[in-house]
């Protein structure tokens, strides 16, 4: 069977694309959930990836959970309804356990259509940028099911519950300028020039040291979850963790020695 999401490097960056055109990267098929778990994994084990780029290949970027199999009854969606629960929880659910929480940060390339769970994958990114022929609907309702991965969660803290609550309870689609008025994406583009966009915001990202882009990302996200003076405690440790890195060193010295920084991860 082919692989769902192929990977290829670019420095310190990682590109993924979902790679199945022909259904617009639909989600369905366990192995799909596990290649987003294999590929989670695999980017904590390797301290060389510092950023990751999220993409679609074809026209789309996810056209969200697969309607035919849904008719069919067929992948996650097998079986009675506690067989259905249960494959939500050990399949599709998996991706935002892992993905969200990813240490590097992920850049979400909307190379297309971003509809139902392929908004919300796109939501447990870090940055979200479009070509402007990607269009954007958290469309669960109009299929009478609910956002089941996460979308729920995710969409409010990126649009605010207003907006989040309006495309969930309409299923409405909007198109890229809209969901850049609304902070949905940060950034929309020609088409052509999406991946150039998306590698050079990447490698600004990835200019940085790997400690500071992990542990900000850490707070970023623990943040989300937890009160002002918790969350101050958490950053003095890891800020006395990051003050004592060979990185942050290299970084002042060269700030004040007027020249680049070589940093080395450490
Ligand atoms: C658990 C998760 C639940 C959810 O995510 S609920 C939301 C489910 N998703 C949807 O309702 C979106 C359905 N798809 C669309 O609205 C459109 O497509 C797009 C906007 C994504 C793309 O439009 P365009 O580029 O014009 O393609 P096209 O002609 O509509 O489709 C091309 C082929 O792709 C198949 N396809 C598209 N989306 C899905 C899907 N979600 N599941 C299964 N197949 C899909 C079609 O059927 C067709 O195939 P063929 O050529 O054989 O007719």
Same mark, same amino acid.
């Given at each position: 069977?082919?692989?769902?999401?192929?990977?290829?490097?670019?420095?310190?960056?990682?590109?993924?694309?979902?790679?199945?055109?022909?259904?617009?990267?639909?989600?369905?098929?366990?192995?799909?959930?596990?290649?987003?778990?294999?590929?989670?994994?695999?980017?904590?084990?390797?301290?060389?990836?510092?950023? %990751?780029?999220?993409?679609? =290949? @074809? /026209? *789309?970027?996810? $056209? +969200?959970?697969?309607?035919?199999? &849904?008719? !069919?009854?067929?992948?996650?969606?097998?079986?009675?309804?506690?067989?259905?629960?249960?494959?939500?929880?050990?399949?599709?659910?998996?991706?935002?356990?892992?993905?969200?929480?990813?240490?590097?940060? %992920?850049?979400?390339?909307? =190379? @297309? /259509? *971003?509809?139902? $769970? +392929?908004?919300?994958?796109?939501? &447990?990114? !870090?940055?979200?940028?479009?070509?402007?022929?990607?269009?954007?609907?958290?469309?669960?309702?109009?299929?009478?099911?609910?956002?089941?991965?996460?979308?729920?969660?995710?969409?409010?803290?990126?649009?605010?519950?207003?907006?989040?609550?309006?495309? *969930?309870?309409?299923?409405?689609?909007?198109?890229?300028?809209?969901?850049?008025?609304?902070?949905?994406?940060?950034?929309?583009?020609?088409?052509?020039?999406?991946?150039?966009?998306?590698?050079?915001?990447?490698?600004?990202?990835?200019?940085?040291?790997?400690?500071?882009?992990?542990?900000?990302?850490?707070?970023?996200?623990?943040?989300?979850?937890?009160?002002?003076?918790?969350?101050?405690?958490?950053?003095?440790?890891?800020?006395?963790?990051?003050?004592?890195?060979?990185?942050?060193?290299?970084?002042?010295?060269?700030?004040?020695?007027?020249?680049?920084?070589?940093?080395?991860?450490?």
């Amino acid at each position: 069977m082919k692989p769902f999401l192929i990977t290829e490097r670019d420095g310190a960056i990682l590109v993924v694309r979902m790679d199945s055109p022909e259904t617009r990267n639909a989600l369905s098929e366990p192995s799909q959930m596990q290649a987003f778990v294999d590929l989670c994994a695999m980017v904590r084990a390797d301290r060389s990836v510092k950023v %990751v780029v999220l993409t679609g =290949n @074809g /026209p *789309a970027f996810c $056209a +969200g959970g697969n309607v035919k199999d &849904m008719r !069919d009854r067929g992948g996650i969606f097998a079986g009675s309804p506690y067989e259905v629960r249960e494959s939500y929880r050990n399949g599709i659910q998996r991706i935002p356990l892992c993905l969200y929480d990813l240490d590097v940060p %992920v850049i979400a390339a909307m =190379n @297309g /259509p *971003a509809i139902g $769970a +392929g908004l919300d994958l796109a939501c &447990m990114c !870090d940055v979200r940028i479009a070509a402007d022929t990607a269009k954007f609907a958290e469309s669960f309702v109009k299929l009478g099911i609910v956002p089941g991965d996460g979308g729920a969660w995710l969409l409010p803290r990126i649009v605010g519950m207003p907006k989040a609550s309006l495309m *969930a309870l309409t299923g409405d689609m909007i198109d890229a300028q809209t969901a850049l008025a609304w902070g949905l994406v940060t950034e929309v583009v020609p088409l052509a020039e999406l991946e150039a966009s998306a590698m050079s915001l990447a490698r600004r990202m990835a200019s940085n040291p790997s400690h500071g882009l992990r542990l900000t990302k850490r707070l970023l996200r623990e943040g989300q979850h937890m009160r002002l003076d918790s969350l101050l405690e958490l950053s003095a440790a890891f800020q006395a963790l990051a003050h004592h890195t060979e990185d942050h060193t290299e970084a002042v010295a060269a700030f004040l020695e007027k020249r680049d920084p070589e940093f080395t991860g450490r």
